[in-house]
């Protein structure tokens, strides 16, 4: 099945931990983005990055961190700098260079900060 | 200049009622207009999207009406279902390669009463 995988479903984390979410996909699309999912806010952009071994900041980049080692996967660190982790996050991948933008999301991580 | 203004909130529309949800933008660079659909704890999937080069896509019971001069766009469902109810979300983005991040809107909460 193609599609992006999210791991975990649900995640908790000790205040002053650094946790990190898993997102694949095997859709061979180039461009991966992460957003960060709060009640009545919609979704804000967190990292995107569109090639290997390159990403940019998207609006509210403090306190997260990722990388982009391999095609398939973008994982995001929750740093302890983050100073409100809980939220539903949610991660996705597109063509690059296409008409049409469409993002494809995975099924999301529930983070709570205990 | 990247915002994306959605209403209502929320919307509570009677079963074969046509609820309507709309959206506004300010940045003209924008040409690609999507709009997604979420239900709870799963991730957004793509609904329908527009081109600024037409003024109404219809695809099933969902249709997009766009207006360029107002830069406005909004989301008829037509003859809905307790099964539309869900969280809408309006985005928008320039299709220009190397700018294909989304700006999306901050959602509609959708409950259709049988």
């Known amino acids: 099945d193609g599609g992006i995988t999210q791991s975990p479903k649900y995640l908790f984390r000790k205040e002053g931990q650094n946790v990190t979410l898993s997102c694949e996909q095997n859709?061979?699309?180039?461009?991966m983005y992460w957003y960060r999912q709060d009640p009545g806010q919609g979704l804000r952009l967190i990292y995107y990055s569109q090639i290997v071994n390159d990403f940019q900041k998207g609006d509210i980049a403090e306190g997260y961190s990722v990388s982009r080692e391999k095609k398939e996967s973008f994982p995001l660190t929750v740093t302890s700098a983050q100073k409100n982790p809980t939220a539903f996050y949610l991660c996705a991948s597109s063509w690059t260079g296409s008409t049409y933008n469409e993002q494809f999301f995975g099924p999301g991580t529930r983070l709570t900060v205990l | 200049q990247q915002q994306v203004k959605q209403s209502p909130q929320s919307l509570i529309v009677q079963k074969g009622g046509i609820p309507i949800i709309n959206c506004a933008y300010e940045?003209?660079?924008?040409?690609?207009f999507p709009w997604y659909q979420q239900f709870p704890g799963k991730g957004p999937a793509l609904l329908i999207a527009i081109r600024p080069d037409v003024s109404e896509k219809k695809e099933g019971r969902f249709t997009i009406s766009f207006n360029k001069s107002a830069k406005q766009f909004s989301l008829h469902i037509m003859d809905s279902q307790p099964g539309d109810s869900a969280t809408y979300f309006c985005a928008a983005s320039s299709t220009n390669f190397g700018n294909e991040k989304l700006t999306f809107g901050t959602g509609t909460r959708l409950t259709i009463i049988p």
């Open positions: 859709l061979n699309h180039d461009a």
């Open positions: 940045n003209t660079a924008f040409d690609y």
